[in-house]
């Protein structure tokens, strides 16, 4: 056995028998398992530290190296420099990215007129590519935005991005990965109801 420098109390070592969230976790999405590791830092079955490293592991295969960098700092240490280089990375794809889907932006991100153009049924590819020179190129970097902002943990950015990319894609699949990436937004922002 391996000897834990932490030693839960008799009822943790009893809940460890019941914990499901190794053989799950690799069936879930790597933001799905945050909030589990979460719920086990607040149960006390595990040792903190190794919760916390896992955390840490997860969160540097995301693209939410803040909240990791966050993290090295509450516990006083320096973050390793393959996470600040990590962190350069991430910030130089997010400005690259938000140059290239800033057309369909401005569009997609005011409200009233998307409500006004899907009033209308005017929001669709066809009508802003006339109109408004959106062509499916746009719809796809939408998408992979979306996606980009999504594994920043910005949960409610990339699930409103996520319906208008699912309502102007032309391609099926994406279209249901859209569906997918919205309903998974949700889960992690505990919007129930949506």
Not at 11 to 28: I, V
Not at 131 to 138: D, E
Request: proline share 5%.
């Amino acid at each position: 056995g391996r000897a834990f420098a932490h030693r839960p109390a008799p009822s943790a070592m009893a809940d460890r028998c019941y914990d499901l969230t190794e053989k799950l976790g690799g069936f879930l999405d790597r933001h799905m398992s945050l909030p589990l590791l979460d719920f086990l830092i607040a149960k006390g079955i595990y040792a903190p530290a190794e919760l916390e490293q896992g955390k840490l592991e997860v969160l540097f295969s995301t693209n939410m190296v803040d909240l990791a960098v966050d993290i090295y700092t509450a516990r006083k240490e320096k973050p390793p420099a393959a996470m600040l280089a990590r962190r350069e990375e991430v910030v130089a794809s997010m400005n690259a990215l938000s140059a290239e889907v800033q057309p369909i932006l401005e569009i997609v991100q005011d409200a009233g007129r998307v409500n006004e153009l899907k009033q209308e049924r005017l929001f669709n590819i066809t009508y802003l590519q006339q109109q408004h020179g959106i062509t499916p190129h746009h719809v796809d970097v939408l998408h992979r935005y979306a996606k980009f902002v999504y594994d920043c943990g910005q949960y409610q950015q990339a699930s409103s991005l996520l319906v208008s990319a699912r309502a102007l894609s032309t391609d099926p699949d994406k279209a249901f990965s859209a569906m997918w990436g919205k309903l998974a937004s949700e889960i992690l922002m505990q919007n129930w109801n949506q």
